[in-house]
């Protein structure tokens, strides 16, 4: 649905594109009063408004049920979880959200996920699922790797990370290309090369739990991505 994905690209812009790491620790910290966790819901109605072209009369009940909705199941994760939760909040926040999005559809239009209905944008289709890959995919990796982190880290940590962050989204980009032009076999080179050029050296380090992290961020990382290219393929059909 094109009103459905209008409204996951305005929500993957404004929880995942532009809201800084230093906004989420705010809201953690302070909770209903951070004045990030307003700027954070301003900016999910911003990205609403232009993404909606401004058309607040027809769309003003999902406008506001998105944005009060927004703000509510925000405030839920942040005084419900805990250190140890974290990881489950987040993808129970975002599950409430995406439902309140298909929500909010409904009132416009015979909403529904079955295959026969995702005829869209195909250009719309195609900016979204790059920002899965290349935003969503990054805060979901980190999610779920944290648990297993580290504890020895070194001094060129933070270098390290933001290399590693950075190879992540080309990798993911490179497999998804891969996937929707029908070039599987560049996948496994793609993987082996990776394994030459970083696992070699995490060998020779001896440091088994650096090298274990690692892998378990690289197969996540190439699996979310071909997930996310086969999706984006099957999807396309209904074009």
Not at 13 to 27: H, S, T
Not at 133 to 159: G, L, R
Not at 165 to 173: A, P, S
Request: glycine letters at 4%; one cysteine or more; aromatic letters at 16%.
């Amino acid at each position: 649905m094109l009103l459905f994905l209008k409204f996951l690209l305005a929500h993957i812009l404004g929880d995942f594109v532009f809201q800084p790491e230093k906004w989420v620790k705010n809201k953690e910290e302070k909770k209903v009063k951070s004045v990030k966790l307003y700027y954070h819901i301003a900016l999910h109605a911003l990205f609403l408004v232009l993404i909606l072209q401004f058309n607040f009369k027809k769309y003003w009940l999902a406008f506001l049920l998105i944005i009060c909705s927004h703000y509510l199941i925000d405030l839920l994760k942040l005084y419900l979880q805990k250190k140890n939760t974290k990881r489950i909040w987040f993808f129970i926040d975002q599950i409430l959200h995406l439902l309140l999005l298909a929500f909010a559809t409904s009132f416009y239009v015979d909403f529904s996920l079955s295959p026969k209905n995702l005829i869209t944008n195909p250009i719309l289709l195609l900016i979204v699922f790059l920002l899965l890959v290349i935003f969503v995919s990054s805060i979901v990796i980190k999610i779920i790797i944290t648990q297993w982190n580290p504890e020895n880290k070194k001094e060129n940590d933070d270098s390290l990370a933001k290399a590693g962050r950075y190879i992540g989204i080309l990798e993911r980009l490179f497999v998804f290309t891969f996937v929707i032009t029908n070039h599987w076999e560049a996948i496994g080179f793609l993987l082996a090369a990776k394994s030459v050029f970083r696992f070699g050296d995490l060998t020779s380090s001896k440091d088994r739990k650096l090298t274990e992290y690692i892998l378990i961020g690289t197969l996540l990382s190439f699996g979310i991505a071909i997930f996310l290219g086969v999706l984006y393929l099957y999807t396309l059909k209904f074009i």
